[in-house]
């Protein structure tokens, strides 16, 4: 087992992950680990959201200034895109975010 040292904590996309991993896997001298393939598998599979893409949709959430609603949940709502108002609630319920009709329907509409 490695021995890693956590620098800072953040929350980051897929679409940033998946980039990371991408260019290292792309540097000759250095061999994937098993976590990092099966991460890329993963990411491949069910998150195929461009940086830039994402980023436009997070400033797009953030820009309606929804009270309660961290980065965190942003970006999960994002990477998961929820279609319905009861999924996008689900997504926010966990960290105690109640979100009225109308803040529903605005995140949807950005999405």
């Keep these: ?9 953040e929350p980051i996309s897929n679409a940033e992950v998946f ?5 290292r896997a792309q540097d ?3 061999e994937l680990t098993y976590r990092e393939e099966k991460t890329l598998e993963y990411i491949k599979k069910f998150n195929p ?11 797009a959430i953030e820009a309606l200034e929804i009270p309660r609603l961290g980065s965190e ?10 279609k319905t108002g009861t999924e996008l609630r689900a997504i926010v319920s966990h960290s105690g975010v ?3 009709d109308e803040n529903v329907t605005r995140v949807l509409e950005v999405l």
Excluded at 1 to 9: L, Q, R, V, W
Excluded at 76 to 82: C, K
Aim: glycine share 0%; proline share 2%; hydrophobic share 45%.
């Design 1 to 9: 087992m490695s021995n890693y040292e956590i620098i800072s904590k």
């Design 19 to 23: 980039e990371a991993i991408e260019k």
């Design 28 to 30: 000759e001298e250095v």
């Design 49 to 59: 959201m461009s940086v830039e893409d994402f980023n436009s949709k997070v400033e």
């Design 73 to 82: 949940q942003i970006i999960r709502i994002v990477e998961l895109n929820p």
């Design 98 to 100: 109640i979100l009225v």
